[in-house]
């Protein structure tokens, strides 16, 4: 078992940046890719970014690609998502989570463990 904490949320202007943090106990994280995921009221949950276990390999959903930067710190059990240029459409609850694969996974239903969200609003 893992489990994830998500920190980092808030209120912010658009323009502004970000950072969420994802903490992780119980099994070794660093076996783990890690994910990001984000749901707005009334939308289904999507994908932003993730990172291999290694951290050698990252990949982003288009909405968010130039602007977001996924990272991960093995040695701390965390994982990061550095949100920059944040505008209006990013307001949604983010999620971490963890899949057991050796490479990057964008599909919600391969990841195993999540963490209960972090709201983010952007503010116009």
């Known amino acids: 078992q893992v489990q994830l904490v998500e920190s980092g949320g808030g209120l912010v202007q658009a323009g502004g940046s970000l950072r969420l943090s994802c903490a992780a106990s119980g099994r070794t994280f660093s076996v783990y890719t890690m994910g990001w995921f984000r749901q707005a009221p009334g939308k289904e949950r999507e994908f932003v970014a993730t990172?291999?276990?290694?951290?050698?390999?990252?990949y982003y959903a288009d909405s968010v690609k130039g602007r977001f930067t996924i990272s991960r710190d093995n040695s701390m059990n965390t994982g990061y998502l550095q949100m920059n240029s944040l505008k209006p459409e990013d307001t949604a609850v983010y999620y971490c989570?963890?899949?057991?694969?050796?490479?990057?996974?964008?599909?919600?239903?391969?990841?195993?463990?999540w963490g209960q969200g972090t709201q983010v609003t952007v503010s116009s």
């Open positions: 990172i291999s276990w290694s951290g050698g390999s990252t």
């Open positions: 989570a963890a899949a057991s694969s050796w490479y990057t996974v964008t599909e919600v239903e391969k990841y195993d463990y």
